[in-house]
């Protein structure tokens, strides 16, 4: 059965760092680019990175763009998400997502984790 | 970039259908065919359940649709059902410095 699994998240202060890890099971990882996206308590959804099935390509939203960064790791199944600078308005439950197409990117996701939340907080 | 436009309530009955609307711009929405639709509970992750503008993923139920016209993609869900109650959230590609939008919610309440 696919499943994606995120870890990292926790409590840290306003301008530190975190990294974000999401596991993959289940299904052919490396084949599937990968993105990130978070759920602020009481705001709606946000993209916020991709990386292209075998890493040689990302992106990432204007908002995040220059302080997080996505990876991955085809031999272990993972993608990262480093996150720097962070910011109390950067607390949010982070989801790892898979895209639904097979070697090009689709923007539909159809296999989501569990999530993992952060919270910047002083 | 801005969210994309979604009424942030609708309600309807059993067995009726609502429609939800998205509205985007020509940037978005109306230029390209990477709109999707998602299905979430309460302290949930989403679910997806129209992708490509009006495909049905495997297991999504035949009431719910998908379509869209100019910079407005829409999603019908007919014969309401109480499981239907949740938020629903449009999504699309954009060719703008952030290359994934989504809308900002409309929470379903099946009456």
């Known amino acids: 059965q696919a499943q994606l699994v995120e870890s990292g998240g926790g409590v840290v202060h306003p301008g530190r760092s975190l990294r974000l890890s999401c596991a993959a099971s289940?299904?052919?990882?490396?084949?599937?680019?990968m993105h990130w996206v978070r759920h602020a308590p009481g705001r709606g959804l946000e993209w916020l990175a991709a990386v292209s099935y075998d890493g040689s390509n990302t992106h990432s939203a204007d908002s995040v763009r220059g302080r997080f960064a996505i990876s991955r790791d085809n031999s272990n199944n993972t993608v990262y998400l480093q996150m720097s600078s962070l910011k109390t308005e950067d607390s949010a439950v982070y989801y790892c997502?898979?895209?639904?197409?097979?070697?090009?990117?689709?923007?539909?996701?159809?296999?989501w984790g569990r999530g993992t939340l952060v919270t910047v907080s002083s | 970039q801005s969210a994309l436009t979604q009424p942030a309530s609708i309600s309807g009955s059993p067995g009726q259908s609502i429609t939800i609307s998205c509205t985007g711009t020509?940037?978005?929405?109306?230029?390209?065919?990477?709109v999707s639709w998602y299905q979430q509970y309460p302290g949930k992750a989403p679910k997806l359940i129209i992708y490509e503008v009006s495909n049905r993923p495997s297991g999504v139920s035949y009431r719910f649709s998908g379509s869209k016209s100019g910079n407005t993609a829409s999603l019908t869900i007919s014969g309401l059902q109480t499981e239907d109650e949740a938020d629903y959230y449009c999504?699309?590609?954009?060719?703008?410095?952030?290359?994934?939008?989504f809308g900002g919610g409309t929470k379903l309440t099946v009456l």
């Open positions: 289940g299904f052919s990882f490396s084949s599937h680019a």
């Open positions: 997502v898979r895209d639904f197409a097979v070697l090009v990117k689709d923007w539909s996701f159809d296999l």
């Open positions: 020509t940037s978005d929405v109306g230029g390209y065919k990477y």
């Open positions: 999504s699309s590609y954009s060719n703008t410095d952030t290359l994934l939008i």
